[in-house]
């Protein structure tokens, strides 16, 4: 049976959907209205799914961050958190085309997924790490997705200006591959220190190994290798623009093999 | 010689501390991570006998190639540990060549520039201001913003130096030192790190073989919620020192290990007794009787049936009942068919017995018994299984995690900037103002920010 909380999912769904067609209306037509709509919807869509988010919470007894859906769930709410921030930051509707696409591949990963509430945690689940552990990564991750959006912007641009042409609706190149390297800045240390570090803490804590090479693990493990091997290339090497940019795209890729790599691969972060 | 020697260590550590060794690394241990998930999921190495089967089920020559790279223990393989190595080595010879550089930078205090080499820097601005006005409110503004100023007098200029959180460079320092310290914990955990699972029924001792205590299950058990599914896996134990002294008396859950000794004991998994129950609760009817008696036996003792003089005594169990030449036996420890044997007394006197079958409530074994007798409901015996742990490496996994942490802070929040001001004194009171600034991140914002001032 199907919580009540997943009505507002669905509220959230649409809403989200509607924003990336306006969106990408505005991106064809450049009509500054249809932007501002998009805008609306999309922040306006982030209201049913922060009452999902707290209703499942109290629903359920426990954080929602237990299965995949409430993680992609978590995963797009985050994206459209850090929509709003960069909206008011720089002011750029633009970049919601992107964030909303972002927002809507991950919105419609978790309504493919099963939204059954379990009102029972497993033992190994009942921990405050749990809350830490997932929050940290989901928070990360979403950053990481505004990386990507940002980088596909980027890629855009310069190649059209490589053809002499421009998309003068994008705000420069220098800013977004800055708005690249900020985001990425702000998920790796959330990502480092909830998916890996808080993780290792609870795994220590439950079963009294730090690490355990489990495919979830592992497969966190290459995305922070990524990464940092991103990072070093910007600060050692000068890698910017477009190198960065499909270092960003590669690295989020990567993330979203990683979440839905549960399904085929098990292990001790399949639950459902 | 000396010469020639000198520049083969130096030959050695820029072939160790290149970045393209280290991003070389990274992906080939990346790539290699994503290889062995693949060759995991159709190779898993976690079934009783699995050696046997992939010796006996493989080619004998893709076998071979198996064996040599390990891939069945692939993170305990020489080539994992290998790149493992390489990946420490670079990491401390590159932290160890830094050091001396980050440490100037972190120091410097003389840095002062003329205006000529601040007019081809990134974030210049010209002002033309009073050097009196120009000077105090300079200072102001950057000692707000949390600079330290050096400031130098020349018969023409006035030079500033100003820095802001120079000691964010020892970020990336500390996040080396940091994944060192994992990895050396990793390391000594791997070799000197010793596991056991310990299985105990309630009321047994157990003892790991590296520890020196031993520790006693008084009890076991499963909690469910109103729905039935499982909520927690409780042992409740007590700890006894080498010399039989009652020294820790606490319960250990999922989540919540006990600790003592150097011993870490968690709640691991646990195991149905296949031929013992904690108690059963029955109802016996008396042939040619309507009303029934609900009584609650424990295992092994006996219990009277009120008013009859008879009392019923649980004398065996088997938790997936099967006949064999030797009698009856439990084929597995699951709860696949749970059966009773009950024992019926009279004034201590064997007076029959019944085989009573959890799952086939019609099902009755003996036609002599006085009573027929049927499960209510019963309470498993379960053994607890407790992993039992030494850790050697633990303290370098602390430290790894805390002075990661703090590199981390210090790299991506805080951000080394430096500010360089030259007042220039001009004749006729037309003196100019020249600012550049330099961001060791966030370049783009700290260009806005600067062009706002």
């Known amino acids: ?272 | 010689m000396p010469k020639s020697n000198k520049s083969n260590i130096q030959q050695f550590m820029d072939a160790f501390t290149s970045m393209r060794l280290t991003i070389i690394v990274l992906i080939v241990l990346a790539a290699a991570s994503i290889l062995v998930i693949i060759f995991q999921n159709y190779h898993p190495a976690d079934f009783y006998g699995w050696e046997e089967h992939y010796r006996t089920h493989t080619h004998p020559l893709k076998y071979k190639l198996y064996s040599f790279f390990q891939l069945f223990a692939p993170y305990h393989s020489w080539w994992f540990i290998s790149l493992l190595t390489l990946l420490c080595i670079s990491l401390l010879l590159c932290s160890i060549q830094r050091f001396s550089i980050i440490m100037r930078i972190i120091r410097a205090n003389d840095d002062f520039r003329q205006e000529t080499r601040l007019s081809s820097q990134e974030n210049y601005h010209r002002l033309k201001l009073p050097a009196e006005i120009a000077l105090p409110l300079t200072a102001r503004l950057l000692k707000r913003r949390f600079y330290r100023i050096y400031e130098r007098m020349e018969p023409e200029r006035t030079l500033l130096f100003a820095k802001r959180n120079a000691v964010s460079r020892l970020g990336p320092l500390f996040c080396h030192v940091g994944l060192l310290a994992l990895f050396l914990g990793g390391l000594i955990a791997g070799i000197w790190g010793k596991s056991v699972l310990l299985w105990g029924e309630p009321g047994e001792f157990i003892r790991a073989p590296f520890a020196s205590h031993s520790v006693k299950v008084d009890d076991f058990t499963i909690e469910y919620n109103a729905n039935g599914q499982i909520k927690d896996y409780i042992s409740v134990l007590k700890v006894f020192d080498a010399d039989s002294n009652l020294v820790m008396d606490r319960s250990v859950e999922v989540n919540h290990p006990l600790r003592y000794g150097g011993v870490s004991y968690y709640q691991s998994s646990y195991r149905v007794h296949p031929r013992k129950v904690k108690s059963a609760t029955v109802a016996a009817a008396t042939v040619g009787r309507t009303d029934v008696d609900t009584i609650t036996v424990a295992f092994g003792t006996a219990s009277p049936i009120p008013q009859t003089g008879y009392s019923i005594e649980l004398a065996d169990f088997a938790a997936d009942f099967q006949i064999a030449a030797e009698g009856v036996i439990s084929k597995s420890e699951q709860l696949s068919n749970p059966a009773f044997l009950v024992q019926f007394l009279k004034d201590g006197e064997n007076a029959g017995h019944q085989w009573v079958f959890a799952r086939f409530p019609s099902v009755h074994s003996s036609e002599e018994a006085p009573f027929r007798i049927s499960l209510v409901s019963f309470d498993p015996l379960y053994y607890t299984g407790l992993q039992a742990a030494v850790n050697p490496g633990t303290p370098f996994i602390w430290t790894g995690f805390a002075v990661m942490t703090l590199g981390l802070i210090l790299v991506f929040y805080f951000n080394h900037r430096l500010v360089w001001v030259a007042f220039t004194r001009r004749p006729g009171g037309e003196d100019e103002i020249h600012i550049a600034g330099s961001s060791h991140k966030f370049k783009e914002q700290f260009k806005q920010e600067t062009a706002d001032h």
Request: proline share 3%.
């Open chain 1, 1 to 272: 049976m199907q919580s009540s909380d997943v009505v507002f999912f669905w509220y959230s769904f649409w809403c989200y959907l509607l924003s990336f067609g306006l969106f990408t209306l505005y991106f064809a037509f450049k009509k500054r209205l249809l932007g501002t709509l998009g805008t609306a919807l999309l922040l306006l869509g982030f209201i049913p799914q922060t009452i999902g988010i707290i209703l499942r919470w109290k629903l359920s007894g426990h954080a929602p961050f237990s299965n995949m859906f409430e993680y992609a769930t978590v995963m797009s709410w985050m994206a459209v958190l850090s929509f709003a921030f960069l909206l008011l930051r720089f002011r750029k509707m633009i970049i919601g085309v992107f964030v909303s696409f972002v927002v809507l591949v991950l919105i419609v990963s978790a309504s493919l997924l099963p939204k059954e509430m379990h009102q029972q945690l497993v033992p190994a689940l009942q921990s405050n790490w749990l809350k830490i552990h997932v929050s940290l990564a989901a928070l990360g991750e979403g950053a990481f997705a505004i990386a990507c959006a940002v980088s596909i912007m980027y890629l855009l641009k310069s190649a059209m200006q490589r053809r002499s042409r421009d998309i003068r609706m994008f705000p420069s190149l220098e800013l977004l591959d800055d708005i690249n390297y900020k985001a990425v800045s702000i998920g790796y240390p959330l990502f480092t220190l909830g998916a890996l570090f808080a993780g290792a803490i609870w795994a220590y804590k439950a079963w009294g190994t730090f690490w355990g090479w489990d495919p979830k693990e592992v497969g966190s493990l290459i995305i922070w290798l990524f990464y940092t091997g991103y990072l070093h290339a910007r600060l050692q090497r000068n890698w910017k623009g477009n190198r960065a940019a499909v270092l960003s795209i590669a690295g989020f890729v990567m993330t979203m093999l990683s979440f839905f790599g549960n399904i085929f691969l098990g292990g001790q972060h399949s639950y459902g």
